[in-house]
């Protein structure tokens, strides 16, 4: 059951979240565009890391309907700006690189009603190196 002080707690640990992330780069037409993209790419790789690259040549039909018109460049910009912002229960993360190109991996957030907010990895266990 979920009482009062529960509530405040919960409130408090987000507000102590927001205040420590800054401001957000993200406009809200980047914010739309990454809540079509993200679920998609979740879909398609996992929590695995990704190159830009590998999106753009994945054979997944999704991925190439919500990327459509999109170049490595713009799409990499859009994911720097989106580092470590929650969107539609997604946060984007650098987590390395590969031949001078950023690696990003995907995670979904977590948050349970009685106790503080908190991210986990996604879907599936990385698998390449880093």
Do not use: N
């Not at 927001?18 to 990454?34: E, I, K, N, T, V």
């Not at 790419?41 to 991925?63: C, D, I, K």
């Not at 997604?90 to 979904?108: D, M, N, S």
């Not at 977590?110 to 879907?123: C, M």
């Amino acid at each position: 059951m979920v009482t009062l002080d529960l509530l405040y707690d919960e409130l408090r640990a987000i507000h102590h979240l927001l205040a420590d992330r800054g401001p957000s780069r993200l406009s809200r037409a980047d914010c739309d565009r990454l809540a079509r993209i993200l679920p998609v790419v979740v879909g398609a790789v996992g929590s695995a890391p990704f190159l830009v690259r590998e999106l753009l040549e994945h054979p997944s039909a999704g991925l190439r309907l919500v990327l459509a018109g999109c170049s490595s460049r713009s799409l990499g910009r859009l994911l720097r700006r989106a580092e470590g912002q929650p969107v539609a229960g997604f946060v984007v993360q650098r987590v390395g690189v590969e031949a001078g190109a950023v690696l990003w991996q995907i995670v979904k957030v977590v948050s349970e009603v009685s106790g503080p907010v908190k991210t986990a990895r996604g879907l599936a266990p990385s698998t390449r190196t880093r």
